[in-house]
């Protein structure tokens, strides 16, 4: 990243602390909110913007700040209706305030700008303008993670969150969509539409969105009072309708589990977007790949719509806690098909969940909370969504449903439209259970691996009792977790609870009948092997 004196120090503190990753923070400033100004053209992918940005400071005796802004040309920068000269180079828009400000006051700043998304040639375009499936010209944000900036000058971080007006200009041939909810519509000469969309929440800038194409637009039906809509391309209607067809359904589960709806609408949208979809605060892209061919998967709709919740509403303070965000979804999107599907269950889900994170050729060495992976598209990996969905699941079955529930309801209603860090959820949940998880939570997001277990057992027919010895062969220290034993025959079965924390456990079992079998938790609440001597 890069750095300047000025905030040597504070990188300094950032390092010690241990909780941050390597943006650098502007921790006197903090966007309060953003309203952004674009205008589109067909026969041209260059684009013209305007910026207002509402600042607040935090500091005392304030007197200049940085924007994150690659690939556009800066025409002009004006502080108070003042033009103010500023520097532009190596991604970053540096420029002094009119004056010094105190802490509570808000700085409004007005940049205009143009350019081609993109025009750096490393691939990070920030806006996709490109033609879709069907040869048609369309436009749409692509901001995950930190591109954003590549077309509109912001704090590009998760930390820093602000609210968001869209102001768009397109051909008129066109509909558009944005976040929040759209307050104006109007026709332009030269066959020009311009729309005005309003976000009054606090999101991400990764989640900021907009799309622009020749959409056809159904509804379906409120869920919650919550207005649900797609934007599609017209030849993909059928196809979008089976897809979202459960949407309600999806709503009204996790409003249920979590709390209410975060925002005032859904819109699922078809888009070119180079992931293969992306949460966008109430605005979800799915890629047009995914509408082929029918019948169509349902997939990865409950992922996206639980990142409203959590990634979009409860947004964690750093990338190296995306598991607060990605592990979560993760985790929901399988309890909605576990209640929902009969041919669907849990177990069943989380043991392919688990097979992701052991095939993963890092998952041994890496932990889920990894300070040492810098590259932000690689920390889209299996610690972060399914091995982050097995620490929810884990810790689920140590509190129990009621207790767990109401620690993810209260965890959700405290920082909702908020940063959180892991600590800020640990601390939720032990509340919620009254027990101390820092070291379930040390060891399952700190450290990487999991316990690798080997079972001996036999009956003892003289005391009438099954000699258990459980090994643990990872190579890393051993795991403490409680594990469910059975002991099963026939008809049968008997089901003890043992704290195994040690690499070598040895223990009896008083049972009446000789067990024609021993297993280690086998309803799936542990993510671990086991293997069996014979």
Do not use: C
Not at 54 to 67: L, Y
Not at 126 to 150: C, E, Q, T
Not at 425 to 433: L, V, Y
Request: no cysteine; net charge neutral; aromatic share 12%.
């Amino acid at each position: 990243m890069r750095r300047t004196a000025a905030i040597i120090l504070f990188l300094l503190l950032q390092a010690v602390s241990g909780r941050a990753d390597s943006y650098v923070r502007q921790p006197t400033a903090d966007v309060l909110h953003y309203e952004i100004t674009i205008d589109l053209d067909d026969s041209s992918n260059l684009i013209a913007g305007t910026t207002r940005i509402d600042v607040g400071i935090r500091g005392e005796r304030v007197s200049g700040m940085w924007f994150d802004l690659a690939d556009m040309t800066v025409d002009r920068l004006r502080i108070a209706g003042k033009e103010i000269p500023f520097t532009h180079r190596d991604g970053r828009l540096s420029f002094r305030f009119d004056r010094v400000y105190r802490s509570g006051e808000t700085v409004k700043i007005e940049i205009r700008y143009h350019g081609r998304p993109g025009d750096a040639g490393n691939g990070k375009a920030g806006i996709r303008i490109d033609k879709n499936r069907y040869g048609r010209k369309v436009f749409f944000s692509d901001n995950w993670p930190d591109l954003a900036s590549h077309w509109f000058p912001s704090i590009d971080h998760p930390s820093d969150k602000a609210t968001v007006d869209f102001i768009i200009t397109a051909p008129g041939k066109n509909r558009i969509v944005a976040n929040g909810r759209r307050i104006l519509t109007e026709s332009l000469p030269d066959n020009r539409i311009r729309t005005r969309w309003s976000e009054h929440h606090a999101i991400p800038t990764y989640s900021m969105a907009f799309g622009v194409a020749e959409f056809s637009v159904a509804s379906d039906r409120r869920a919650l009072g919550i207005p649900i809509d797609w934007y599609v391309f017209p030849q993909d209607m059928n196809a979008a309708r089976q897809k979202f067809r459960r949407t309600a359904e999806i709503l009204r589960y996790f409003s249920e589990k979590i709390g209410p709806y975060p925002f005032e609408k859904l819109s699922h949208v078809e888009s070119n977007t180079r992931l293969a979809a992306m949460e966008n605060a109430n605005t979800i892209f799915y890629s047009e790949t995914l509408f082929h061919p029918l019948p169509v998967s349902e997939d990865p709709v409950p992922h996206e719509i639980a990142h409203q919740w959590f990634g979009n509403s409860v947004t964690p303070a750093d990338w190296d806690h995306l598991w607060l965000s990605e592990g979560f979804a993760t985790y929901f999107d399988a309890l909605f098909y576990a209640q929902a599907d009969a041919d669907s269950t849990l177990k069943d889900v989380m043991a392919g969940h688990a097979d992701r994170v052991f095939a993963y050729p890092s998952a041994r060495s890496r932990p889920v909370i990894d300070p040492d992976l810098t590259d932000l598209m690689k920390k889209l990996n299996p610690l972060n969504y399914e091995k982050g969905a097995w620490v929810l699941h884990m810790l689920r079955r140590l509190l129990g449903d009621e207790v767990f529930f109401k620690g993810i309801r209260s965890y959700y209603s405290r920082y909702r439209s908020r940063n959180v860090w892991t600590d800020d959820f640990r601390k939720e949940m032990e509340s919620a259970g009254d027990i101390d998880l820092s070291a379930f939570f040390r060891q399952w997001l700190y450290r990487p691996g999991w316990p690798e277990y080997r079972l001996e057992w036999d009956w003892d027919g003289t005391d009438r009792s099954v000699k258990i010895r459980i090994l643990q062969t990872q190579h890393s220290d051993p795991f403490d977790m409680p594990l469910d034993i059975v002991l099963s025959s026939e008809n049968r079965k008997e089901t003890r609870r043992v704290r195994i924390k040690d690499r070598d456990s040895r223990f009896r079992i008083p049972l009446p009948w000789p067990p024609a079998s021993v297993e280690i938790d086998p309803d799936g609440w542990v993510l671990k092997t086991v293997s069996v001597a014979n």
